[in-house]
């Protein structure tokens, strides 16, 4: 037996280390491992890549060749979506509290509110004080009412009910008086008619920004609007 050990080392070259070949019953009852480490481990250059830090994909590697990608991050909506959604949370508001602020400011979901967005969103309740209050809840029915005597009692629109339509000017300025009541008087500082201080006070501008809402609806509608008139439909409106 040992000539026939020796002679398997030999075709091995292993000769002079019969261990090489392990006895399989020993190795049932042995705590020693019959292999030799340098026949069952790997060395550094055999090594998995996953195993090192220098694939930065760990999970690459045990995919069975599908690259793992993170999911494309969604396409933020327009403005005019965005905008749909948060005046349909207005139109269909029963109060207009702190709990409507906080769901329109989710509706933005990661966006913010910015010039644009707020014009959108002016569009729309423009659209909706030319239709009628029909498809008004009752919170903004009820800033359509107040905003609507303070238009009628500070400029000289049409009165809306009597003859011909609704005029964009008396809309317009009813549309900015709903979005101040129903979520705040910080939506001016986007539509160009005043700047909200430290305190969170509001001033009505002289001079209205260039570009904005303000001054367009100033200079269309200058016959319309007295001399200090504005101000006075915001004072009336309590935000002022």
């Known amino acids: 037996m040992d000539f026939l050990r020796s002679m398997m080392a ?3 070259g292993r000769r002079g280390q019969p261990d090489a070949i392990p006895n399989e019953k020993l190795a049932l009852y042995s705590d020693k491992t019959p292999y030799q480490p340098d026949m069952m481990t790997y060395g550094a250059a055999s090594q998995p890549r996953y195993l090192y830090p220098s694939n930065p994909y760990p999970h690459d590697v045990l995919s069975y060749g599908t690259m793992i990608h993170p999911p494309a991050p969604a396409p933020l909506r327009s403005n005019e979506d965005t905008a749909a959604e948060v005046v349909r949370l207005l139109r269909r508001a ?4 702190h709990v409507l602020v906080r769901r329109t ?3 933005l979901g990661d966006r913010r509110w910015t010039r644009e967005l707020v014009e959108a969103c002016l569009d729309d309740v423009i659209d909706l004080v030319a239709e009628g209050r029909r498809r008004f809840g009752e919170a903004m029915g009820e800033a359509l009412d107040e905003a609507t005597d303070a238009a009628v009692d500070e400029f000289q629109f049409r009165r809306p009910g009597g003859p011909g339509e609704v005029g964009d000017g008396f809309a317009t300025i009813v549309a900015v008086g709903i ?12 539509l160009g ?4 201080r430290e ?3 509001l001033v009505i501008l002289e001079k209205f920004r260039s570009g904005s809402i303000a001054s367009w609806w100033a200079r269309e509608y200058a016959a ?3 001399a200090g008139s504005v101000e006075d439909f915001f004072r009336a409106l ?3």
Do not use: K, R, T
């Open 10 to 12: 030999c075709l091995f």
């Open 94 to 97: 029963e109060y207009s509290d």
């Open 105 to 107: 400011n989710e509706a």
């Open 179 to 190: 979005l101040v009541l129903m979520q705040g008087p910080w939506v001016l500082e986007f």
């Open 193 to 196: 008619f005043g700047e909200v």
């Open 199 to 201: 305190d969170g006070g």
């Open 224 to 226: 319309s609007i007295p």
């Open 238 to 240: 309590g935000v002022l």
